[in-house]
């Protein structure tokens, strides 16, 4: 840690951290769920868990960008940040809004917690990720805007690098297309249209910039290969991103009502994504293959090529095998998307996050890098939720394959809860590769925790 | 990949920035796709797109086909000048590529004028949806083009190029090659070839 600001970022990493442990809790009992339709019926029936599931997954990754950007934005910069005390300020108001918005989600019926929140002054609730009630979406956009506001100032005094500007781009679209969510047309065609713009186009979007920003610091840190070359990479990677994502978007648009030419036009470009992926795969590869020094963090340079891999798989892999409209024709909404959902999540934005905290989680506790035995523990927790992941996705592949027949291509359809209970075989095999994910989360929590003795930091 | 960063010392060096030529592969392999999604389309509905086809301008696609041509050997110029060492004097040449290329979007307003008023929209046909959308891909390229030759030209003008400098106008040049290139071939494609 080169500027003591940049320990504002400790706090968000920790929060981001806890709340990864609450979405994977859900995420057990929903797989649960699945099979045991009444577990923990009627207190937190399904729907619940689900939106409590999603809603943690997205918040804990934007504590991670947040603490990524406090951490980064310093150093690239080379200045402190602009207010700390804003930073910290930001970090309480956003954890409390989230936690007081999960609870609302649980002990209070959702149509009474609409009436108590304002919806009948703005209507912005009841939409999937976007549940949130009006006053925490004002809160999300407060927070944003001092976050922005702070790391911009940072910016303007400082260094100017390619890094933080993808950086700061990509939180800056984040922020503009969330205000989409207050937007809610009575046209539930156009209702549907701008929905897509707040998570979809954040994440085949502009967090793929952040992402790519984030992957870039940290391998020019723990490889030592030259910023031009790491750059060069960026743009690259950038505008890969934006051709193809932006307009590949409409692959979201096949079936909602909107015009055929989505459909030509949301393939096309959809098609095209996984490359940006494919080329992040290969520069962080490139970049470790080229180092010139062997960084005494180990598992951040594991988690940093893992990004590389699970995100091509994940996101590009995984999102086109149903991207093409013929095919998606058959498997929209399918199990096939929930595997795709998954092993994009992870492989994308958790693992970048996760590169992130373990670079940084050594250097903000006062030391290069984490004892051997700490790195092992953590590159355990690394395989152990890896694999998993992978076999979640197999396992929902299959569901979805075996879905998509039983339900929408047979000569003699079957219902949708008669073919639910044909598929049960691979939704408990995916509860158990959850379990197994947990055990990983677990042991990647407890490695923080394990003593021995840790690579001292040499200040220069 | 990212190699040639350290110091050319190669006879064979890429002109422009080796990002430039990522993005054209991204580009190329963009208009790429669509073109052959035109033609596996065309070939299932091959009377619905000759008949379509008439109502096309050829003669304009033909005047945009010359101007376009016509821009990027001004832009070759301009390069050639600049590389002899004398940057001001390419700005002329620039500044005639950019007149063709506004030529270029002149023509095409017009054409898209009389298509709109014919009451043709993206939802008309397949066909027409094909029009529409590579045109209009690549007439949005040719806008960008035309900031960057702007660009150029300002660069020129202040005498930036030279035999040591080369970069910016080689960049930008290679991108309007690539906007030429792409029209060189959904000129015949979708106007002509039947």
Same mark, same amino acid.
């Given at each position: 840690m080169k500027y003591t600001s940049q320990s504002v970022a400790l706090p968000y990493f920790i929060a981001a951290i806890g709340l990864f442990v609450g979405q994977i809790v859900f995420g057990l009992a929903m797989g649960l769920q699945y099979v045991? =339709?009444?577990?923990?019926f009627p207190e937190i029936p399904f729907n619940v868990a689900r939106m409590v599931h999603t809603n943690l997954l997205i918040v804990w990754l934007l504590f991670g960008f947040m603490g990524a950007a406090y951490y980064l934005i310093p150093e690239e910069t080379e200045?402190?940040?602009?207010?700390p005390k804003l930073a910290l300020l930001m970090f309480w108001i956003f954890l409390i809004a989230g936690a007081a918005t999960i609870l609302g989600y649980l002990f209070v019926d959702y149509n009474t917690l609409a009436e108590m929140t304002g919806n009948n002054i703005l209507a912005t609730m009841g939409r999937e990720f976007l549940e949130q009630p009006l006053l925490t979406k004002i809160g999300i956009v407060i927070v944003a805007l001092a976050f922005l506001f702070n790391i911009s100032m940072t910016m303007l005094k400082g260094r100017k690098t390619v890094i933080s500007i993808v950086m700061l781009l990509g939180l800056w679209g984040l922020a503009i297309f969330f205000l989409f969510s207050f937007y809610n047309p009575g046209n539930l065609v156009k209702d549907k249209f701008y929905w897509w713009w707040v998570v979809h186009l954040w994440v085949e979007g502009v967090w793929e910039l952040i992402m790519a920003a984030m992957l870039a610091f940290v391998l020019i840190k723990v490889t030592g290969v030259d910023r031009e070359v790491i750059e060069k990479w960026l743009y690259v990677i950038i505008t890969l991103a934006l051709v193809t994502g932006l307009i590949g978007? =409409?692959?979201?648009?096949?079936?909602?009502?909107?015009? =055929?030419y989505w459909q030509w036009w949301g393939s096309i470009f959809s098609a095209l994504e996984p490359i940006p992926f494919f080329a992040m795969t290969v520069f962080a590869f490139n970049m470790v293959n080229r180092r010139r020094r062997e960084h005494p963090n180990k598992a951040a340079v594991l988690w940093a090529l893992g990004t590389g891999v699970m995100a091509f798989l994940g996101a590009g892999v995984w999102g086109f095998l149903h991207t093409l409209a013929p095919v998606n024709f058959y498997t929209h909404g399918s199990q096939i998307t929930a595997a795709h959902g998954h092993m994009a999540f992870y492989g994308a934005y958790v693992l970048v996050v996760l590169t992130i905290i373990s670079y940084a989680m050594p250097l903000l506790r006062g030391r290069a890098a984490n004892s051997q035995r700490a790195q092992v523990v953590e590159m355990w927790s690394f395989w152990l939720m890896t694999i998993s992941m992978v076999f979640i996705t197999l396992f929902l592949t299959a569901a979805g394959i075996l879905q998509v027949w039983l339900q929408?291509?047979?000569?003699t359809p079957m219902p949708f809860m008669q073919v639910q209970d044909q598929i049960s075989l691979f939704y408990w095999m995916r509860l158990w590769a959850g379990v197994v994910f947990a055990v990983g989360l677990v042991t990647y929590v407890a490695s923080f925790f394990v003593k021995g003795e840790s690579k001292p930091l040499i200040t220069p | 990949m990212a190699r040639n960063s350290g110091p050319e010392t190669t006879a064979r060096r890429l002109p422009g920035d080796l990002a430039i030529w990522f993005f054209i592969l991204a580009e190329l392999l963009a208009f790429g796709v669509f073109f052959v999604v035109y033609a596996f389309t065309r070939a299932n509905h091959v009377e619905l797109f000759n008949a379509e086809q008439l109502t096309l301008d050829r003669t304009s696609g033909a005047i945009n086909t010359v101007l376009l041509l016509t821009s990027s050997f001004f832009v070759v110029r301009a390069v050639q000048v600049a590389e002899a060492g004398f940057s001001r004097r390419a700005a002329p040449w620039l500044a005639a590529a950019f007149a063709c290329g506004a030529g270029f979007v002149v023509v095409k307003i017009f054409e898209y004028a009389e298509k709109i008023g014919a =009451?043709? &929209?993206? &939802? &008309? &046909?397949t066909f027409y949806m094909f029009y529409l959308s590579l045109t209009f891909f690549h007439f949005m390229h040719v806008i960008l083009g035309l900031v960057i030759i702007a660009a150029m030209w300002n660069g020129a003008r202040t005498g930036r190029y030279g035999p040591g400098n080369m970069n910016g106008i080689e960049t930008g040049a290679a991108y309007w090659h690539m906007v030429d290139l792409v029209w060189l071939i959904l000129f015949p494609l979708i106007y002509v070839m039947r």
């Open positions: 045991v =339709g009444d577990f923990l200045t402190e940040l602009y207010s978007t =409409g692959h979201h648009y096949f079936w909602i009502g909107t015009p =055929g929408r291509v047979s000569d | =009451g043709i &929209s993206l &939802s &008309s &046909s």
